[in-house]
């Protein structure tokens, strides 16, 4: 079974100020199942939206989720498990209030760390997301 990878790119050009020469993707569909790269405070140009604000990071996070969810043949729905990432315990109120809003009615499974950082000091937050598609949904 070969694995349809959404959005492929190299380290080299996303992380130009480290020395990395990965290869990754934004998403991967495996069967029915998404399985989607951690989501940032950074937009698909790479540009950081939100320097210091941790709900507006978020915002831009969800955008991405969403964004993707769509090039899988997929909706917000479809969200099974999250895993919520913060830097600094006083950001947990903000980012749940955002994403909270993103998946009103949603109902997924979710964990929240807190850690000590992220592959970027300006990163306050990230989110890890599964989900899964209908068998009878295409990728856009």
């Known amino acids: 079974m070969i694995h349809t990878r959404i959005r492929p790119f190299n380290t080299k ?11 990754l993707c934004q998403a991967v569909i495996a069967g029915d ?16 939206v939100g320097r210091g604000d941790a709900a507006a990071q978020t915002e831009q996070a969800m955008s991405n989720v969403k964004t993707l969810l769509e090039e899988c043949g997929a909706t917000l729905e479809h969200i099974v498990k ?5 830097t600094d315990p006083r950001w947990r109120e903000p980012v749940y209030q955002v994403v909270g809003r993103w998946l009103k009615g949603v109902h997924p499974v979710s964990t929240g760390v807190v ?13 890890d997301v599964i989900a899964v598609r209908s068998s009878t949904t295409a990728p856009a």
């Open 33 to 48: 199942t998404i399985y989607m790269r951690g989501q940032v405070g950074t937009d698909f140009n790479g540009n950081l």
């Open 115 to 127: 850690v000590a950082g992220l592959a970027q000091p300006d990163w306050l937050m990230e989110i």
């Open 82 to 86: 999250i895993t919520i990432y913060i």
């Open 13 to 23: 050009q996303t992380y130009p100020n480290q020395s990395l020469d990965n290869d």
